[in-house]
């Protein structure tokens, strides 16, 4: 294998939780040298989240591969010292502290690009840089419910709900990913040699995929209101129980797809009806759809139902659990579940690489790992400090 795709890339990430490090390990998974900033003792807090073996979380082993961990005390003077020499030769410094946070601590966008005009700094934040909202404290649970996704998420008799991950902080990871790559092209290809900020805001992730929510409570009013499994506007889509209990969604809203559907199920007058010709007819009638789909479904076992429209070329399918999505083969096919060694662990599943590049695919080289294992290397390869002079910061506490 040759190059990887971001060889030669280095990322300083001094973020913490999702968003930040998130963004950080999509760049580290494709070749790009991390190095991840943690507070002395304690660590990034994800090191505790949820399920913890042998005292750390094994979330942190999938939001961690690849980086090289080290330990500064952002707040101390020499600590932000450390980063001043660091950012001298990395190319985006990734951090998702509130607004103003790494202005008071001196290591703001205007100080930094005075050490490195080329700096890319992604800035992850709830609301973003400026605004009346900026200095409010912002999860991305509320970049959620400010964003519109919780409004229109769940049943109508209900209140709203949650996705059942941090999706507001992985869609701002993914839009930082973005940014960074588009300043770094800017800056190395169109040849400015000039960084620039790449300001996230969490509720504006969000916002950007409520597709056309927004043109259509400007033209017609409507405001779109929580709809449970299926999509207003959008028949048949929805999700039909079996016969034996197991459900199934299905997607045929297209024209073609749906009237395949209809041929599957011996609805060959419905199939041919005007009346249903299109997605326009279709959503006025689509309780009435939906009522006919699902008595065949609960007629017939899943499986049955699967085998028939995935004959007539009909989207459908179960909905996974982790244990279903583990023992796939369509999954272990495209290795989506990999393996990695962990020291104390053994072998552990995690989610393999997205996206597939045909030739300079991204990897796993080594899950997350322990607090300040890379400390002394980084500090003494990377800035050149001697044993003595890091054997004097430990001291001090500032790593």
Request: aromatic share 8%; net charge negative; proline share 5%.
């Amino acid at each position: 294998m040759g190059k990887k795709a971001l060889e030669g890339l280095k990322v300083l990430e001094m973020g913490q939780l999702i968003a930040g490090p998130f963004a950080a390990r999509l760049l580290a998974e494709f070749g790009a040298e991390v190095i991840k900033v943690e507070p002395p003792a304690k660590g990034d807090p994800i090191r505790s989240w949820r399920v913890i073996e042998n005292g750390t979380s094994l979330w942190w082993y999938v939001q961690s591969r690849n980086k090289k961990c080290i330990t500064i005390d952002l707040k101390h003077h020499e600590g932000q010292e450390l980063i001043r020499g660091l950012v001298k030769e990395i190319d985006i410094l990734i951090e998702n502290f509130r607004p103003g946070t790494l202005e008071k601590w001196g290591l703001g966008y205007e100080e930094l690009k005075k050490i490195n005009p080329g700096l890319v700094m992604i800035r992850v934040s709830g609301y973003g840089q400026d605004g009346p909202y900026k200095d409010k404290p912002g999860f991305g649970s509320i970049g959620e419910a400010m964003g519109g996704l919780r409004y229109i998420t769940g049943y109508p008799d209900r209140p709203p709900v949650r996705v059942g991950v941090s999706i507001g902080d992985s869609l701002s990871s993914l839009y930082a990913v973005i940014g960074a790559l588009m300043a770094v092209y800017h800056r190395d290809v169109h040849g400015t040699g000039e960084g620039q900020v790449i300001d996230v805001a969490l509720y504006e992730s969000v916002f950007s995929l409520m597709e056309s929510v927004l043109p259509e409570y400007d033209r017609a009013g409507l405001i779109r209101e929580r709809s449970g499994s299926m999509l207003p506007g959008i028949t048949p889509s929805n999700t039909y129980v079996c016969s034996d209990g197991t459900y199934i969604v299905i997607g045929a809203n297209g024209d073609a797809i749906f009237k395949r559907l209809m041929y599957a199920m011996g609805r060959e007058d419905i199939a041919e009806d005007q009346r249903f010709e299109n997605n326009a007819k279709r959503s006025e009638h689509a309780e009435f759809l939906d009522g006919l789909i699902e008595e065949w479904t609960k007629s017939l076992p899943f499986e049955v139902v699967k085998e028939c429209l995935d004959k007539a070329g009909v989207p459908a399918g179960s909905i996974y659990s982790v244990e279903d999505i583990v023992n796939d083969p369509h999954y272990q096919a495209r290795k989506m579940i990999q393996e990695v060694a962990v020291d104390g662990l053994g072998m552990l599943k995690m989610p393999g690489i997205v996206p597939k590049l045909s030739e300079t695919p991204g990897e796993i080289v080594w899950a997350g790992p322990e607090l300040g294992q890379h400390t002394e290397d980084v500090l003494g390869g990377n800035l050149g400090l001697t044993e003595a002079q890091i054997k004097d910061l430990k001291a001090k506490g500032v790593i």
